[in-house]
């Protein structure tokens, strides 16, 4: 066995032997580390190896129940499993990596530590590299976007947008202004993938329930635009599902729009590319990923896409000692025709994690490795409460039968029996009693009252007061949650990256 060398400037931990860094802490990530941490049992007790996973965040994302986090229909607790508990032979480093030098073995990482301390961010050396950074949302350059936009493929977006939209039902309900209450009973939802179809179901739902329990608000007055750029949605479905998809969505009065893109959406109006103009103070923006800026920040061979170019075994093209998976890597598809590679989803990242893990165990035993090879077989897709669509094995579903494949699929694929026992029982209730149709938009800043009280202001409200993006207080009502605390990427150039967001099957 090779001899890692420790953590420079951080809390020694002398490995005495290969240290394994896994850099992401989301699907690939965590299920390659637990699955090492499974196979290399013996090694681990006896000191031989050394697992490190480096991730932002302490826990993992399962981002198929993001829609209904924000719904309600599932606490958002349960949408996130522990790492700390799932890796517990894993060392846990919470921090963002800067860079990786492979040549050197080495990976600079920012931690909450390095941060606070102000020393600048450490070095780890390691032996095998597991790049898993995943993607990050694909921006374009469009006018007000980054002031007024909100993504949806975190948990803080998802319950921020179910607070947010809420909170605009309640300036409806209250203001005097024609203009302001159009405005904020308009929601424009941008791309026509899982993402933003599912959050757009789940959110019409919820909000048209919700509707009933204002006095002056009535269903019909709630204004939902989908706007996507091709002539399709759901394209995973394949056309005939998504056809009714958007049968299923017009018919509750959502304004589905293909062909069209969001050219503006600056003060509070969002202009399309076919002329039509909105105000609304609500613009979800779910048009795609993009690689995250880690990758070019390493010296690893890339695609014209920012992916990492790998062989079908899961190592790096031409590169020793370094692998990658998931939505980071560009993996060939030996199921298809030459020059195919495996989608960005969900489904192949998880299932890719098996091999990886596989041939990252049969390197350091000296074994044989294993090619990725897997037949897509379908997806499902939700549209709201007791809705959805399928596409299985050659099998086309909708309506209430593939709304229910889609919670059993997804429940049996959800980590930890504690998860699953957890959203069970919270669906089940949620059957047998009404919606809660609360907002706690004041958890993303819990210190306002307690700073008036100090002798403060009362902070200001909406995206016109300019955010504070400090430590002790989030933004307000109206405006979309900003950065999290903790260590961020360095901005690195925008790469294009791939159409659809959220991507998943079975």
């Known amino acids: 066995m090779v001899k890692a060398a420790n953590f420079r400037g951080t809390t020694p931990g002398p490995p005495s032997g290969a240290r394994i860094l896994v850099v992401g802490g989301g699907y690939v990530g965590m299920y390659t580390a637990l699955r090492l941490q499974r196979r290399l049992k013996q090694e681990l007790a006896q000191g031989e190896v050394e697992i490190v996973v480096v991730t932002p965040d302490p826990y993992m994302t399962y981002q198929p129940f993001l829609p209904e986090a924000a719904a309600g229909s599932i606490s958002p607790r349960h949408v996130v499993v522990p ?16 860079a990786v030098d492979h040549a050197k073995r080495k990976a600079t990482v920012a931690t909450l530590a390095t941060l606070e301390e102000g020393t600048g961010p450490v070095e780890i050396t390691y032996d095998e590299l597991v790049l898993a950074p ?94 996507e750029a091709s002539n399709r949605i759901l394209p995973e479905v394949g056309e ?16 589905v729009r293909l062909e069209t893109r969001l050219d503006s959406c600056e003060d509070r109006v969002a202009v399309l590319s076919d002329g039509s103009r909105f105000r609304t103070r609500t613009v979800v923006w779910t048009a795609g990923v993009k690689p995250a800026p880690l990758l070019a920040a390493t010296d690893l061979p890339l695609n014209e896409r920012g992916r990492i170019v790998c062989t079908a075994r899961l190592t790096v093209a031409g590169v020793d000692h370094a692998w990658a998976a998931g939505d980071a890597a560009a993996v060939p598809d030996v199921t298809a025709e030459p020059g195919k590679e495996c989608a960005p989803n969900a489904q192949h990242a998880v299932r890719q994690t098996k091999v990886l893990a596989e ?44 709304w229910l494949m889609h919670r059993v699929y997804h429940l049996s694929r959800v980590p930890t029996f504690n998860r699953k026992a957890r959203v069970l029982a919270e669906w089940t209730l949620s059957g047998l009693f ?16 307690f700073e008036l009280a100090a002798g403060g202001k009362r902070p200001g409200h909406g995206p016109d007061r300019v955010p504070h993006h400090g430590p002790q207080r989030g933004p307000e009502p109206g405006f979309p949650p900003g950065p999290k605390p903790g260590p961020k990427p360095d901005p690195e150039p925008r790469s294009d990256g791939d159409p659809q967001s959220g991507s998943r099957g079975n």
């Open 83 to 98: 790492l700390r508990r799932m890796l517990d032979k894993c060392k846990i480093v919470i921090g963002e990596a800067k």
């Open 134 to 227: 995943g993607s990050i949302s694909r921006t374009l350059p469009i006018p007000g976007l980054a002031d007024y936009a909100i993504g949806f493929k975190t948990v803080e977006e998802a319950i921020g947008l179910r607070n947010h939209v809420i909170e605009q039902m309640d300036i409806a309900s209250s203001t005097r202004d024609p203009a302001i209450r159009d405005a904020a009973l308009t929601f424009v939802f941008v791309g026509g993938g899982y993402a933003g179809v599912e959050a757009l179901a789940e959110l019409e739902d919820m909000a048209r329930y919700a509707a009933r329990y204002y006095h002056n608000i009535k269903p019909a007055d709630l204004k939902f635009i989908l706007v």
């Open 240 to 255: 005939t599902m998504g056809k009714y998809a958007i049968r299923e969505l017009r018919s509750r009065n959502i304004d």
């Open 359 to 402: 041939n990252i165990t049969a390197s350091l035993r000296g074994g044989p490795l294993k090619e990725y090879a897997h037949k897509y077989v379908g997806s499902v897709a939700s549209l709201g409460l007791h809705k959805g669509v399928a596409h299985i094995y050659g099998r086309k579903l909708k309506g209430y039968p593939a």
């Open 434 to 449: 009404k919606r809660e149709i609360v907002s706690l938009g004041s958890l993303e800043h819990p210190r306002a009252e």
